[in-house]
């Protein structure tokens, strides 16, 4: 089937025809672009958060419980897992996968797990055009999972429209929240596992940190086994980006998930520009070139084979 036919399709609800355009965007197909590029964002936005935190500290747990929470409104999600270990990319334990599996035949939930490229970390790069697929047919929330390792919990936030932070008192988090640096991103912090020991004083020692910074993010507790919490979490998510859609702070977030789009596409060009080199190397090597000019003309020479 023709790309826009299938973009049509995608929009009005087709989930087959979905699968098969997430594909082509992943690979970035030349079909994947023509559909996207068939597509416009309709006028309300899908407000897309981003979901990180350590291994463990239960994300896809609460994904499930917001997942839950937004059908009971007949709110449609789709949710990216980039995270390895995620239920949804099939890496969990059984229990898991039987507890998501309830979503699977939901035509409002559309879930798919891409796999974390590149030795680096950081989100494979078909993430940010799912994400515009996933607002142009029409989700009102779209959720990422992602392992809350290396860089993947730094670009998600530059991706995400809201960042949410999950610690939890089983995970050891206080100090290794405060060590990367990832509360500063943070537009809410989610102390999850609230019903076991340590959850108060994590939740201390978060809101003393965090009191330091000029603008605070919100702070709750949540039980994402139960769903205890999550209803809380939902309504200040859905506040905050109320604030953002209507004082413009939606549209930097949007031009910075722009430019970590087309700084991935520069670095994939740089990098296979890189490839069979070995003569200009050699010329740099040699002092007959300088690394400056020998870019510039790796970059021209792929350009022409491109
Ligand atoms: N006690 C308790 N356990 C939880 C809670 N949320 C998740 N878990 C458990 O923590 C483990 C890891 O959860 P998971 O959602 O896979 O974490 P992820 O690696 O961050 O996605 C699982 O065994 C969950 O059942 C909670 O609120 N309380
Ligand atoms: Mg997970």
Same mark, same amino acid.
């Given at each position: ?54 291994? /463990?500290? @239960?994300? +896809?747990?609460?994904?499930? %419980?917001? !997942? $839950?929470? &937004?059908?009971?409104?007949? #709110? =449609?999600? *789709? ?68 392992? /809350?390792? @290396?860089? +993947?919990?730094?670009?998600? %936030?530059? !991706? $995400?429209? &809201?960042?949410?932070?999950? #610690? =939890?008192? *089983? ?136």
């Amino acid at each position: 089937m023709k790309p826009l036919d299938l973009a049509r399709q995608a929009a009005q609800g087709d989930r087959r025809a979905l699968a098969q355009l997430l594909s082509w965007v992943e690979d970035d197909c030349p079909e994947g672009r023509a559909a996207l590029s068939a597509l416009v964002e309709p006028a309300q936005p899908a407000c897309v958060i981003g979901i990180t935190g350590s291994p /463990g500290c @239960g994300k +896809s747990t609460l994904v499930d %419980a917001l !997942i $839950a929470h &937004l059908r009971q409104q007949d #709110l =449609s999600v *789709a949710v990216l897992a980039v995270d390895p270990s995620s239920p949804f990319s099939g890496g969990a334990i059984l229990g898991d996968r039987i507890r998501m599996s309830r979503h699977f035949l939901d035509p409002g939930v559309f879930i798919r797990s891409l796999a974390s490229r590149g030795s680096l970390g950081g989100l494979a790069p078909g993430v940010p055009a799912a994400l515009r697929l996933f607002g142009a047919v029409g989700f009102p929330w779209v959720l990422i999972e992602t392992v /809350g390792v @290396g860089q +993947s919990e730094i670009d998600v %936030a530059e !991706i $995400a429209d &809201l960042c949410a932070l999950v #610690l =939890s008192p *089983a995970t050891g988090d206080g100090i290794q929240a405060f060590k990367a640096g990832i509360l500063e991103v943070a537009d809410v912090v989610v102390i999850n596992k609230a019903d076991l020991d340590g959850a108060l004083e994590l939740e201390r020692e978060v809101k003393a940190t965090l009191a330091l910074s000029s603008e605070p993010p919100p702070v709750l507790r949540t039980v994402a086994l139960s769903g205890e919490g999550v209803d809380q979490l939902y309504a200040v998510l859905s506040q905050l980006w109320t604030t953002l859609r209507d004082t413009g702070g939606l549209q930097q977030r949007r031009r910075r998930r722009t430019r970590y789009e087309v700084a991935a596409a520069l670095r994939q060009l740089a990098s296979q520009a890189l490839a069979g080199a070995e003569a200009v190397f050699e010329a740099v090597e040699d002092g007959r070139l300088s690394a400056q000019a020998a870019a510039e003309r790796l970059l021209a020479q792929r350009h022409q084979q491109g």
